[in-house]
């Protein structure tokens, strides 16, 4: 199947759509990309990037430039009425990047758009879409070119990533849903003196306002965000959040040298569908909410992420159309449930009186004593606990625990109750692929790419019997689906046995030495995963077997 440039329209040239058109590069299809601003975003806007994010960054090369150039936050420290009522770390989340980091929209739009150019795209600045029709077999849009020309085209595929006023999403005549607060908003970067360090987020609650402040890179540069209380509306000066980082709290500080300054309204808002025939939309353009979580722009990568792939193997022709039916269930939901998390944090920010906040206070100070609420809050802000479980290109498939052993047999692949109960407790179809170290690699380093891997465990049992049945897995993937699909045989130990040379010269196999990744993936006994190219666990079946991995790989791929 070709497949031409102009065959898919990419409409926005923020983080979203530079991520989006830059991963369609990576994976072999090109694409054209418009954007109505005649030149990147000059505003610092959003700032934070969650470890999530920094993970796809490393997918994509990225990653190390973002952290040379960002200013990571190892925690969140909570304020109000005169005292610390928590100090939280993100070290111990589950994450290669277990922080997060300060950096500015404009120099993220920046850092996306020479990896872009490198990748060989392009920006078409000041077209905007006019209007956009689905037909069965794409759509038609008219574009507004800069010398006023009108033009009707038609690409296969279009996605809208062009923000919260999105011409896709008004062209396609979608509602979006949703309310807005009442009150008004400010934001400012500035240089920010006292006496705490600038390695945390911080918020104080104070009893007419909050005060969100975020370190940024440089010299105690910080972006800080407010509300504005009832009354006049203020001047944007400094000594407007001067003023206000007072009412907030007592704690001395002095702001100078200001940058950007904004004043603002702030929506909760999210499209019905996330697709209309060959239309989608993605970040700002299907969901926006408070930045009170720092959430919103890695929300929106993560759908280009998430649709890139997926569009990428349909366009080549190496995956059935019914591919993309799996983007919207898999992130409206999500976007949902951020919507919800960031409101409640913006009502509890926004509390009034002093019974309510007093009653906040002290329920922050209890939950944050305890570990594992702290944890799990952490991962989903962190992004790290999102899950596609229920998505309809995941599935599972296991023995009955009735057909497991009471004890070990190393002459038998058969699972004991152990490998059964651990195989279950593992990562689920649909979660997230954590990373260790394995060898002189990582985990992420080993599935760096564009492709499946199958990841084939031979468990603790080494019978050549299980390793025939591994290869022979191995090798009918290699000949249907080679090109897309990578297929490894994960060894428990240091050194490969035989049955598995030939493997070995083809670079099938990888050596786990210490036993760590068949524990992390409950492999006691024979087992495959399939990861998916964005890192997340297609499938997984306990124990191994040929036709449940084609099976698998048939639906998802044909």
Same mark, same amino acid.
């Given at each position: 199947?070709?497949? /031409?440039?102009?065959?898919?329209?990419?409409?926005?040239?923020?983080? !979203?759509?530079?991520?989006?058109?830059?991963?369609?590069?990576?994976?072999? !299809? /090109?694409?054209?990309?418009?954007?109505?601003?005649?030149?990147?975003?000059?505003?610092?806007?959003?700032?934070?990037?969650?470890?999530?994010?920094?993970?796809?960054?490393?997918?994509?090369?990225?990653?190390?430039?973002?952290?040379?150039?960002?200013?990571?936050?190892?925690?969140?420290?909570?304020?109000?009425?005169?005292?610390?009522?928590?100090?939280?770390?993100?070290?111990?989340?589950?994450?290669?990047?277990?922080?997060?980091?300060?950096?500015? $929209?404009?120099?993220?739009?920046?850092?996306?758009?020479?990896?872009?150019?490198?990748?060989?795209?392009?920006?078409?600045?000041?077209?905007?879409?006019?209007?956009?029709?689905?037909?069965?077999?794409?759509?038609?849009?008219?574009?507004?070119?800069?010398?006023?020309?009108?033009?009707?085209?038609?690409?296969?595929?279009?996605?809208?990533?062009?923000?919260?006023?999105?011409?896709?999403?008004?062209?396609? +005549?979608?509602?979006?849903?949703?309310?807005?607060?009442?009150?008004?908003?400010?934001?400012?970067?500035?240089?920010?003196?006292w006496d705490e360090h600038l390695d945390h987020i911080y918020f104080f609650y104070g009893s007419d306002t909050f005060f969100l402040v975020l370190p940024l890179q440089g010299d105690r540069? !910080?972006?800080?965000?407010?509300?504005?209380?009832?009354?006049?509306?203020?001047?944007?000066?400094?000594?407007?959040?001067?003023?206000?980082?007072?009412?907030?709290?007592?704690?001395?500080?002095?702001?100078?040298?200001?940058?950007?300054?904004?004043?603002?309204?702030?929506?909760?808002?999210?499209?019905?569908?996330?697709?209309? +025939?060959?239309?989608?939309?993605?970040?700002?353009?299907?969901?926006?909410?408070?930045?009170?979580?720092? $959430?919103?722009?890695?929300?929106?990568?993560?759908?280009?992420?998430?649709?890139?792939?997926?569009?990428?193997?349909?366009?080549? +022709?190496? /995956?059935?159309?019914?591919?993309?039916?799996?983007?919207?269930?898999?992130?409206?939901?999500?976007?949902?449930? !951020?919507?919800?998390?960031?409101?409640?944090? $913006?009502?509890?920010?926004m509390v009034q009186g002093r019974f309510g906040q007093a009653v906040r206070n002290n329920v922050l100070e209890i939950v944050t004593r305890f570990p594992s609420l702290v944890r799990k809050?952490?991962?989903?802000?962190?992004?790290?606990?999102?899950?596609?479980?229920?998505?309809?290109?995941?599935?599972?498939?296991?023995?009955?625990?009735?057909?497991?052993?009471?004890?070990?047999?190393?002459?038998?692949?058969?699972?004991?109750?152990?490998?059964?109960?651990?195989?279950?407790?593992?990562?689920?179809?649909?979660?997230?692929?954590?990373?260790?170290?394995?060898?002189?690699?990582?985990?992420?380093?080993?599935?760096?790419?564009?492709?499946?891997?199958?990841?084939?465990?031979?468990?603790?049992?080494?019978?050549?019997?299980?390793?025939?049945?591994?290869?022979?897995?191995?090798?009918?993937?290699?000949?249907?689906?080679?090109?897309?699909?990578?297929?490894?045989?994960?060894?428990?130990?240091?050194?490969?046995?035989?049955?598995?040379?030939?493997?070995?010269?083809?670079?099938?196999?990888?050596?786990?030495?210490?036993?760590?990744?068949?524990?992390?993936?409950?492999?006691?006994?024979?087992?495959?995963?399939?990861?998916?190219?964005?890192?997340?666990?297609?499938?997984?079946?306990?124990?191994?077997?040929?036709?449940?991995?084609?099976?698998?790989?048939?639906?998802?791929?044909?």
């Amino acid at each position: 199947m070709g497949i /031409a440039r102009e065959d898919i329209l990419v409409v926005g040239a923020g983080p !979203v759509g530079l991520t989006l058109a830059s991963e369609l590069h990576r994976h072999g !299809v /090109a694409c054209r990309v418009v954007e109505r601003a005649d030149s990147p975003c000059p505003d610092s806007r959003a700032t934070d990037m969650q470890p999530r994010t920094l993970e796809i960054l490393h997918d994509m090369g990225l990653v190390d430039e973002a952290l040379a150039i960002g200013h990571k936050h190892a925690g969140v420290s909570l304020h109000s009425d005169g005292r610390w009522l928590a100090r939280m770390s993100f070290e111990k989340l589950d994450s290669p990047y277990p922080y997060a980091l300060g950096i500015p $929209q404009d120099v993220t739009e920046r850092l996306l758009l020479r990896h872009l150019e490198k990748l060989g795209g392009s920006i078409e600045r000041r077209v905007e879409v006019a209007r956009v029709e689905p037909k069965p077999d794409g759509a038609v849009v008219t574009l507004l070119y800069p010398d006023g020309r009108w033009d009707k085209e038609r690409p296969k595929w279009i996605i809208g990533c062009d923000g919260a006023s999105s011409a896709v999403r008004a062209g396609l +005549g979608l509602p979006f849903e949703g309310s807005s607060y009442e009150d008004r908003f400010l934001m400012a970067d500035v240089r920010m003196t006292w006496d705490e360090h600038l390695d945390h987020i911080y918020f104080f609650y104070g009893s007419d306002t909050f005060f969100l402040v975020l370190p940024l890179q440089g010299d105690r540069r !910080v972006r800080l965000f407010t509300n504005e209380p009832s009354g006049p509306e203020r001047a944007l000066t400094l000594d407007t959040f001067q003023e206000l980082f007072a009412r907030a709290t007592s704690i001395p500080a002095k702001l100078d040298e200001h940058g950007w300054m904004t004043r603002f309204s702030i929506h909760k808002r999210i499209v019905p569908k996330y697709r209309v +025939g060959n239309v989608f939309l993605a970040g700002d353009a299907a969901h926006i909410h408070s930045p009170v979580s720092g $959430q919103g722009m890695n929300l929106g990568m993560q759908d280009a992420y998430n649709l890139a792939w997926k569009l990428a193997l349909v366009a080549r +022709g190496k /995956a059935p159309e019914s591919l993309l039916d799996s983007y919207e269930p898999e992130r409206r939901p999500l976007a949902l449930s !951020v919507l919800e998390d960031s409101d409640k944090d $913006q009502k509890r920010a926004m509390v009034q009186g002093r019974f309510g906040q007093a009653v906040r206070n002290n329920v922050l100070e209890i939950v944050t004593r305890f570990p594992s609420l702290v944890r799990k809050r952490g991962e989903m802000n962190a992004q790290i606990g999102v899950s596609y479980r229920g998505s309809p290109i995941v599935a599972e498939e296991r023995a009955g625990l009735l057909g497991t052993k009471l004890r070990d047999d190393p002459t038998s692949e058969s699972p004991t109750f152990k490998d059964w109960r651990d195989f279950a407790s593992a990562p689920a179809a649909g979660d997230r692929v954590p990373d260790l170290h394995l060898g002189e690699a990582s985990l992420f380093e080993r599935l760096r790419g564009t492709h499946h891997t199958v990841m084939l465990f031979d468990g603790r049992a080494p019978t050549a019997e299980g390793y025939e049945n591994l290869s022979r897995i191995a090798a009918a993937v290699v000949v249907r689906w080679g090109g897309i699909v990578r297929p490894v045989i994960v060894v428990h130990g240091a050194k490969a046995p035989p049955e598995l040379q030939r493997e070995t010269r083809t670079d099938r196999v990888w050596m786990d030495p210490d036993g760590k990744l068949h524990a992390r993936f409950g492999a006691g006994s024979e087992c495959v995963y399939i990861v998916r190219p964005d890192g997340y666990v297609g499938y997984r079946a306990q124990p191994a077997e040929q036709a449940g991995v084609e099976r698998y790989l048939s639906r998802v791929l044909g």
